[in-house]
């Protein structure tokens, strides 16, 4: 059994999750998501050349923009040039 001190509190009990918290989050995340998709957009005008000095192609950023299952933009692309420095 643990035992509490009446001057601890948890970490849920510290931060309430009230409704404005979860505006500011949910803008935070859009606005993280915004700039993902911008810097894959930029990626994807990239001629093939350049993409390939990347280790990466077009077909590899068209998989991140619609990762899914646990995987985010960053680990396709990484997983992408992995696998082509291997060649």
């Known amino acids: ?9 948890s970490v849920t009990a510290a931060m309430p999750n ?18 993902r998709r911008t810097a894959l ?6 001629d093939a050349d350049r993409l390939d000095d990347l280790g990466l192609s077009h077909a590899d950023i068209h998989e991140a923009m619609t990762a899914r299952g646990g995987r985010t933009a960053t680990m396709v692309l990484n997983t992408a040039r992995a696998r082509r420095s291997l060649r």
């Open 41 to 46: 957009q930029s990626l994807l005008e990239l």
């Open 1 to 9: 059994m643990a035992l509490s001190l009446p001057g601890e509190r």
């Open 18 to 35: 009230t409704p404005l918290r979860t505006v500011f989050a949910w803008f935070a995340k859009a606005n993280a998501d915004r700039t």
